[in-house]
Antibody, heavy 117, light 109 residues
Framework: QVQLQESGPGLVKPSQTLSLTCSVS??????????WTWIRQHPGKGLEWIGY???????YYNPSLKSRITISIDTSKNQFSLKLSSVTAADTAVYYC?????????WGQGTLVTVSS | EIVLTQSPATLSLSPGERATLSCRAS??????LVWYQHKPGQAPRLLIY???NRATGIPARFSGSGSGTDFTLTISSLEPEDFAVYYC???????????FGPGTKVDIK
């Protein structure tokens, strides 16, 4: 059974870079056909797709966030990561990682990141 | 960019009743439409993929239909654990990307 777990700071200061890691267990991140995805949910709001990375390293980002996002993959650790630069209070959200293949079948539990000084 | 619209925003029903949720796409997405259930404090759960295929372990009371621009998620008889927010989602191969609808909240009447 594939499991995903987000980790990273729960509090980030404005203008700094938010960094999160998603650890994957129960399967190899290099298995073909899967898109390793980040999603977020602002407090009281709906789901927002952030972007994904293919096992080959190809990335695709939400156009509204593209200038600030980097998603990378570390196959040696079976992890993938999200960096979101120049954060503001508007980036306060629960961040989820997930595995996509015709749908987001496996999700992490989510981690709340608050942007505040 | 494809925009997904869900209706109604809120659906107030009693256990045992039938729930019908709608998702409309701004342009055709063929059958590339997914439904999720989301409860507070939990990760979303995939219910239906490719518009009408139930994911593993999803009860038969959940069904999806539609193609093109109009899609429906039906819960034939609401169980207490079904009260949640439901999202539709489309992932595009080109241009690459994904979009969620704004969600429909199913709450207890």
């Amino acid at each position: 059974q594939v499991q995903l777990q987000e980790s990273g700071p729960g509090l980030v200061k404005p203008s700094q870079t938010l960094s999160l890691t998603c650890s994957v267990s129960g399967g190899s991140i290099t298995s073909g056909g899967y898109y390793w995805t980040w999603i977020r949910q602002h407090p009281g709001k709906g789901l927002e797709w952030i972007g994904y990375i293919y096992y080959s390293g190809s990335t695709y980002y939400n156009p509204s966030l593209k200038s600030r996002i980097t998603i990378s993959i570390d196959t040696s650790k079976n992890q993938f990561s999200l960096k979101l630069s120049s954060v503001t209070a508007a980036d306060t959200a629960v961040y989820y990682c997930a595995r996509e293949h015709g749908g987001l079948h496996y999700w992490g539990q989510g981690t709340l990141v608050t942007v505040s000084s | 960019e494809i925009v997904l619209t869900q209706s109604p925003a809120t659906l107030s029903l009693s256990p045992g009743e039938r729930a019908t949720l709608s998702c409309r796409a701004s342009q055709s997405v063929s059958s590339h439409l997914v439904w999720y259930q989301h409860k507070p404090g939990q990760a979303p759960r995939l219910l239906i993929y490719d518009a009408s295929n139930r994911a593993t372990g999803i009860p038969a009371r959940f069904s999806g239909s539609g193609s093109g621009t109009d899609f429906t998620l039906t819960i034939s008889s609401l169980e207490p654990e079904d009260f949640a927010v439901y999202y539709c989602q489309h992932r595009s191969n080109w241009p690459p990307g994904a979009t969620f609808g704004p969600g429909t909240k199913v709450d207890i009447k």
